[in-house]
């Protein structure tokens, strides 16, 4: 049962452009929806997060967009860069419940 | 600095044997995580943690056990019961469980291959 639907599986930038990866998902109960980075041979670390109070949080060059009502979030990654070349992974989890649910991952690839 | 140490980094088995995986953290956080990577699948739950000698099984425990006498560790062994085990496995904890900013923040390893020859 895949609760976190991550799209796309992989994606291609140029360098400067605008890196978009959507997720969506089923449970209502979620109310924390992190996004987290992974260069290979390491461990994830966390990007960026939103609660479901807020429609949007912009950190740097980084954004998620949510959208309640279609339990969809995005990620926005603008002036994309060959550094932000890693794969990305959305989640999910209930107050005080057990762990994140995670996407299946968006391996993005940033051209210079 | 704080973090999580897991080891090895790389690990061959032949199949019919158990293999242990270690994770240990200096972090002082309550929860500690068994994740196992496959490509294209994310990240899967194994087992988890909230408290010292107690777990839970996560979506993909089947083949797996753990131990939790002590907060700082959490080894993950890897049974012959396991079928398919070769994959990269991340160890991750967490400060606890309530809304507090940073309560929610997962703090991973730096992970484990497992490869069956």
């Known amino acids: 049962q895949q609760q976190v639907k991550q799209s796309p599986q992989s994606l291609i930038v140029q360098k400067g452009g605008i890196s978009i990866i959507n997720c969506a998902y089923e449970n209502t109960a979620f109310d924390y929806f992190p996004w987290y980075q992974q260069f290979p041979g390491k461990g994830p670390a966390l990007l960026i997060a939103i609660r479901p109070d807020v429609s949007e949080k912009k950190e740097g060059r980084f954004t998620i967009s949510f959208n309640k009502s279609a339990k969809q979030f995005s990620l926005h990654i603008m002036d994309s860069q060959p550094g932000d070349s890693a794969t990305y992974f959305c989640a999910a989890s209930e107050a005080g419940r057990r762990a994140l649910t995670f996407g299946s991952g968006t391996r993005l690839q940033v051209q210079p | 600095d704080g973090g999580i140490t897991q080891s090895p980094k790389y690990l061959f088995r032949k199949e019919g044997q158990n293999v242990t995986l270690s994770c240990e953290q200096n972090l002082n956080h309550d929860a500690m995580y068994w994740y196992r990577q496959d490509p294209g699948q994310g990240l899967r739950l194994i087992y988890y943690?909230?408290?010292?000698?107690?777990?839970q099984k996560g979506d993909i425990a089947e083949g797996y056990s753990v131990s939790r006498e002590k907060k700082e560790s959490f080894p993950l062994t890897v049974t012959s019961a396991q079928k398919n085990p070769t994959a990269f496995y991340l160890c991750a904890s967490r400060r606890g469980l309530s809304r507090a900013s940073g309560a929610n923040v997962l703090t991973f390893g730096a992970g484990s291959r497992l490869t069956v020859l």
């Open positions: 943690s909230q408290i010292v000698n107690d777990f």
